[in-house]
Every structure is written in C-alpha cells, then in structure tokens.
C-alpha cells in the first residue's frame, strides 16, 4: 500500500504483468474431490513437455475411478513420471526434472517453475515434497515397495488452474487481473479509475496488481515507486496418501 499527498497529478496505469516480475504464490492444497479421469489440458501439457524436454522419460496421467484411494489423477491432474530410477543412472533425469522446477528464477522467485505452473506437490524416492509447505522442504514418505515408495517414477500433482492450463507458465500472466485501484483515504467513498487526477490537498491509497506504474506531471514521465502489488497467501493442509 502506498499513502500519498500530492499537488495535481495526472497518473496513467502502465501494467502488462510480466511474469517474469510477479508470480503466483505457492499453489494451495485441492485434493481429489470428485472423479473426472480425463487429462486435463495443463496435466497433458506438463506431460507433453517432459518428454520433450527429458527424452527417455514416459508419462502416465488417468487413473480409474475403482483403483486405489485418493488420487489427482482421478480427476486428470496428476503425471506419474517415469524412466527414472533410485536405483541407477536415470536418477540424474529426475534430478534435472527437480532442479527445473525448484529453480529461481532471474528476480530471485524460489521454485519458479512448479509456482508458474501451479505443482501442487510432488513424490519421488519415499519424500514428499508439498508446495504450501515448501518452507518445510522435501519429507519422509511413509510407503513399502519400490512402486508404492516412487522409487521408478516421480509423481506430479497440480493444482485446478495448473491442471486447467490457467497458470503464468501457459498464459503469460498470473491470476491477478493488471490494474491499479486508487480510493479515497480522507472520507470519500468509492473507488477512482484512469484517467484521473489526483486533487491537491488529499490523501488515497493506490493497490497495484501488475509490474509498475509511471506517473506523469505535465509532459515529463516518472516511476511512481511506492505502489506496491499484493498476492495471496496459499492456504490449505498437507496432501494425504497420493499415489
């Protein structure tokens, strides 16, 4: 939030929401729900480039709504990831894989890629690692076998707008629709939309949901640099028993 006085000035919003410089946050836990076993677009996208990207690995996203307990990929939102294993030298193409998605990104964004593309947690070599809890790191896994352990394959979960192709990574641009909203903050209701003028003598609030603002006085252009942009923080509970 920035609070400001101002002489006369005339703003104008200059907001293409670069993902590059605003990110989703971490995506929330949705379990499966309901059972719904066709892929969904950004499950087969993620799919699709895995393959290309690692070639040697195979995908597997449905499951049958009679086998097995919960699971996203009875709802099409979860890739079984395989041609890797614990156990030889395929381990270096799940490493990879990880390392891709828990990257930063060049404005230092931490797990760039599974945030852009709304991973909702992943299991590989009996740990789990859970996206709204991604501060905790990866955790044990309790399992037996080496399918059940994910020890031949990771397993990637989505959340719905990952899964529905509706993250930055496909769309270019986060869930926060670009905009600056500015609103009285000396007794006047309502909210101010562009073009304005800012009036002297009075006090507003401007929110920003983008990459930056220029403001202009007369015909010069400058940053306006304390509007700041506001994201939501994930909420939700550890997933429970994927497969």
């Given at each position: 939030m920035a609070v400001i006085t101002v002489a006369a000035l005339v703003l104008s919003a200059c907001l293409p929401n670069d993902p590059a410089e605003v990110i989703e946050p971490m995506a929330p836990y949705e379990p499966q729900a309901i059972c719904e076993p066709a892929p969904k677009p950004g499950t087969v996208a993620l799919a699709d480039l895995i393959r290309s990207r690692w070639p040697g690995t195979w995908t597997s996203i449905s499951r049958a709504c009679d086998v097995g307990g919960r699971s996203e990929h009875?709802?099409?939102?979860?890739?079984?990831?395989?041609?890797?294993?614990?156990?030889?030298?395929?381990?270096?193409?799940?490493?990879?894989?990880?390392?891709?998605?828990?990257?930063?990104?060049?404005?230092?964004?931490?797990?760039?890629?599974?945030?852009?593309?709304g991973v909702m947690y992943l299991v590989w070599d009996r740990q789990i690692w859970v996206a709204n809890e991604a501060d905790r790191g990866w955790q044990p896994y309790p399992c037996s076998g080496v399918t059940r352990c994910h020890q031949d394959h990771i397993h990637i979960s989505l959340s719905q707008a990952g899964a529905a192709?509706?993250?930055?990574?496909?769309?270019?641009?986060?869930?926060?629709?670009?905009?600056?909203?500015?609103?009285?903050?000396?007794?006047?209701?309502?909210?101010?939309?562009?073009?304005?003028?800012?009036?002297?003598?009075?006090?507003?609030?401007?929110?920003?949901?983008?990459?930056?603002?220029?403001?202009?006085?007369?015909?010069?252009?400058?940053?306006?640099?304390?509007?700041?942009?506001?994201?939501?923080?994930?909420?939700?509970?550890?997933?429970?028993?994927?497969?």
């Open positions: 009875k709802d099409g939102r979860a890739i079984d990831v395989g041609g890797v294993s614990a156990f030889n030298s395929t381990r270096a193409r799940a490493d990879s894989i990880l390392r891709w998605l828990f990257a930063a990104d060049a404005d230092g964004h931490r797990f760039a890629n599974a945030r852009r593309l192709k509706q993250t930055s990574y496909w769309t270019g641009r986060t869930g926060h629709p670009p905009g600056l909203t500015v609103a009285w903050l000396d007794g006047r209701a309502g909210t101010l939309t562009f073009p304005l003028t800012l009036q002297p003598g009075h006090r507003y609030r401007l929110t920003a949901h983008g990459a930056f603002i220029s403001g202009g006085a007369g015909a010069g252009v400058r940053p306006l640099a304390d509007a700041t942009a506001r994201r939501p923080r994930p909420t939700g509970g550890a997933p429970v028993g994927p497969g």
